[in-house]
């Protein structure tokens, strides 16, 4: 199939550009502007689909974490929370579903992790950094510890703010959104 361009020459008439549409090249000066392809398959062209925020449905999950290594959890709920495991994921648009980490308290990590890995927060005072041992984070509070590793998943701005929001941990089996009636899924 032969693709071709209408092509317009500029000639000086009467003091302005006047346009002509040409066959083969002659004499004159190629406007550009005026140049229109005519491709065959140009209505056949795929869209990219982009979400819009009001469009997409959201569910609610619930995963048992009793067993499961700590860092690849919490990677996996982040890609939920971000929307990445759906087919209209879209960057800038909430996607994302609702999470419900039940037994945040069963949480394996593996190797030496459990004493060698750190906690650092900081006050905002000069010589305000205060350390604190995975172990001792895990016995105190196992939600706080996988809620800060998800938060650090996720991106730094409104919309991760907003992605945050849907993650619900908790220390044992229990949870308060029967009422959401939430999936079990095995991550």
């Given at each position: 199939m032969r693709l071709y361009a209408q092509l317009a020459l500029c000639t000086r008439e009467s003091g302005g550009f006047q346009h002509r549409e040409l066959g083969p090249p002659g004499k004159g000066?190629?406007?550009?502007?005026?140049?229109?392809?005519?491709?065959p398959w140009e209505e056949s062209?795929?869209?990219t689909y982009m979400a819009k925020p009001g469009e997409v449905e959201q569910k609610w999950y619930v995963v048992d974490a009793e067993g499961q290594v700590f860092g690849r959890l919490a990677s996996k709920v982040a890609n939920i929370l971000h929307g990445k495991?759906?087919?209209?994921?879209t960057p800038h648009v909430d996607t994302g579903d609702y999470v419900i980490v039940i037994n945040a308290d069963k949480l394996v990590f593996t190797g030496k992790k459990l004493d060698q890995k750190l906690y650092y927060r900081h006050s905002?005072?000069?010589?305000?950094?205060k350390t604190t041992k995975y172990r001792?984070?895990?016995?105190?509070?196992p939600e706080f510890a996988l809620y800060e590793a998800v938060r650090r998943m996720l991106p730094k701005n409104k919309l991760g703010r907003k992605?945050?929001?849907?993650l619900r941990v908790y220390r044992g089996a229990e949870h308060d959104h029967a009422a959401?009636?939430?999936e079990?899924?095995?991550?």
């Open positions: 000066r190629y406007c550009a502007r005026n140049i229109k392809l005519k491709i062209l795929m869209k495991n759906k087919p209209e994921y905002g005072y000069p010589g305000g950094l001792d984070l895990m016995e105190n509070k992605m945050l929001k849907k959401q009636k939430p079990a899924i095995e991550l």
